[in-house]
């Protein structure tokens, strides 16, 4: 699906959280970075999204969502 939709924000989220699943925390955080990227709204779905669980604590996540409670209003 990427290749052929490279600017698809929730096919990248998608492989984020799958990625994340198989312990792939390096591809995983790239591939929610480029979600973010793509539609910047996806950082806030991500912070409350508890299929992130497995790379949540990274450093890298954190920097990404931001370290709080979603927000309900940007």
Same mark, same amino acid.
């Given at each position: 699906?990427? *290749?052929?939709? /490279?600017? %698809? *924000?929730?096919?990248?989220? @998608?492989?984020?959280?799958?990625?994340? &699943?198989?312990?792939? &925390? %390096?591809?995983?955080?790239? &591939?929610?970075?480029?979600?973010?990227?793509?539609?910047?709204?996806?950082?806030?779905?991500?912070? &409350?999204?508890? #299929?992130?669980? /497995?790379?949540?604590?990274?450093? #890298?996540?954190?920097?990404? @969502?931001?370290?709080?409670?979603?927000?309900?209003?940007?």
């Amino acid at each position: 699906i990427l *290749s052929r939709h /490279p600017q %698809d *924000s929730q096919a990248w989220y @998608v492989l984020a959280i799958i990625r994340g &699943a198989q312990g792939a &925390a %390096d591809e995983a955080l790239a &591939a929610l970075d480029r979600a973010i990227q793509i539609t910047p709204d996806l950082r806030n779905q991500a912070r &409350a999204d508890q #299929r992130f669980g /497995p790379i949540r604590g990274h450093p #890298r996540f954190q920097q990404m @969502v931001g370290g709080g409670q979603p927000l309900l209003f940007q």
